[in-house]
């Protein structure tokens, strides 16, 4: 039996309202003391796990920006709470805990939880969370976004395959999943993403960087162009850019892609001097390809050190040309190495990946394990299964 919730009196401290939900009370209470500091609103604390169907909905009826929920008093229930919340709203779910076993972390990134919050919460981690659920706080009706989901794809190294794998992701996505997509090139100056997928693009993302002023929905949809998987696609430019990076014209085009796309994919390359923009924040899901080697093992590691401190439970590891049992770093290895598992793991296929770059025909549009790979991860962000078709074989007098 669940205890009735009981809600304490409800605290204005700033922009955002948060909900904090925990059965243990000294730790509960912690965490509301370490946000009396932080820029939010208001903070509600709720002294028992909502399990009933009516406390959940009269939960999310009250529109949290963030609710914070406590891992470690009931593990099950508490990410079946997030798991409901996630699907339910989108409201920024965050956990907190004394755990921080990698197995654990996994398990809350799928439910859903966008920050893992590990104890004793020091007030400098909690609000620099708090900053990046402000920056997805939504601005429609009804606790919604106002808009889709953007999914950010970095590379650990140069060579790692980045554009490969995002392209074929976002292929999955539109083709396999049905959704309405948008890829971006943002891996200046020489992103390829146009000539893996085979188009040959009139305007680049360059018009739209030093059109930033102009940008709305009529603007994007002239400059970018559609791939036969209905794909549409902003492309890095054919010759070499003569633009700056600026900040804002970098979010003034991601926020109008977003409006107008259920998913934005955006192809960042190895360009780690985007972190200086919001991008890292504004993604919903940041895939960090790499390969099992010393080098980009090594990358990969100052890159999480550098830009994803407090832990980036919107962060996946993508371990990009894997090979089982090859003799080389180990997946073990890996997940220690960077202090968190890998969530992926992209099959080598050489001769797969160079007919693909030689005919610009999109791995997800055959059956291979390198596709059913892929189509796996495109399922998982959009919450719709993929269904690999295979190719009826021909008749052999040979079988």
Same mark, same amino acid.
């Given at each position: 039996?669940?205890?009735?919730? /009981? !809600?304490?009196?409800? &605290?204005?401290?700033?922009?955002? %309202? ?17 946000? *009396? ?23 999310? +009826? ?15 229930? =508490? ?6 919340? =996630?699907?339910? *709203? ?39 969370? $708090? ?20 999914? @950010? ?9 980045? #554009? ?35 188009? #040959? ?8 960087? /030093? ?23 902003? =492309? ?5 850019? #003569? ?7 970098? +979010?003034?085009?991601?926020? &109008? ?19 200086? &923009?919001?991008?890292?924040?504004? =993604?919903?899901?940041?895939? @960090?390809?790499? /390969?099992?080697?010393?080098? !980009? ?15 980036? #439970?919107? $962060? ?9 049992? %090859? ?73």
């Amino acid at each position: 039996m669940s205890t009735p919730l /009981q !809600e304490s009196d409800v &605290t204005s401290v700033g922009g955002l %309202s948060v909900a904090v939900i925990g059965p243990n009370d000294q730790d509960r209470r912690g965490v509301a003391h370490a946000l *009396s500091s932080a820029s939010i609103n208001a903070v509600r604390e709720f002294n028992a796990y909502p399990v009933r169907v009516s406390e959940m909905q009269r939960l999310l +009826e009250q529109n949290f920006d963030v609710i914070i929920i406590d891992l470690d008093s009931d593990q099950k229930v =508490a990410l079946n709470l997030v798991e409901h919340v =996630a699907s339910q *709203s989108q409201t920024t779910v965050m956990v907190y805990s004394a755990q921080t076993d990698p197995s654990t972390l996994v398990r809350c990134m799928r439910a859903g939880a966008r920050e893992f919050l590990s104890q004793p919460i020091s007030t400098s981690t909690l609000s620099e969370a $708090l900053s990046r659920a402000a920056t997805r706080k939504p601005t429609g009706q009804g606790g919604k976004h106002d808009g889709g989901k953007v999914l @950010l794809f970095l590379g650990g190294k140069g060579g790692s395959g980045v #554009t490969t794998v995002a392209c074929n992701f976002a292929v999955a996505l539109a083709q396999g999943c049905g959704k309405n997509t948008l890829m971006i090139d943002l891996d200046l100056p020489l992103g390829d993403a146009a000539l893996t997928l085979g188009i #040959t693009p009139q305007f680049s993302v360059v018009d739209a960087l /030093q059109n930033a002023s102009r940008m709305d929905s009529n603007f994007l949809s002239k400059i970018v162009v559609k791939h036969s998987s209905g794909l549409s696609i902003l =492309a890095a430019p054919g010759k070499f850019p #003569t633009v700056d990076v600026n900040s804002d014209a970098i +979010e003034r085009l991601v926020q &109008t892609a977003r409006s107008n796309f259920e998913y934005v994919v955006i192809d960042a390359g190895s360009r780690f001097d985007l972190s200086k &923009t919001s991008l890292l924040d504004q =993604a919903d899901v940041v895939y @960090l390809v790499m /390969q099992a080697g010393i080098p !980009e093992l090594r990358n990969s590691h100052r890159v999480i050190s550098e830009y994803f401190k407090t832990g980036g #439970t919107n $962060l996946e590891i993508v371990l990009n040309r894997f090979i089982p049992r %090859s003799g080389g770093v180990d997946e073990e290895h890996i997940a220690k190495a960077l202090n968190k598992p890998v969530q992926w793991k992209i099959p080598s296929d050489y001769v797969a990946v160079r007919r693909m770059q030689n005919e610009a025909t999109p791995l997800t549009q055959e059956d291979s394990m390198i596709s059913r790979a892929i189509q796996e991860m495109a399922g998982a962000a959009s919450g719709v299964t993929i269904k690999a078709e295979k190719k009826k074989k021909g008749f052999s007098l040979f079988g």
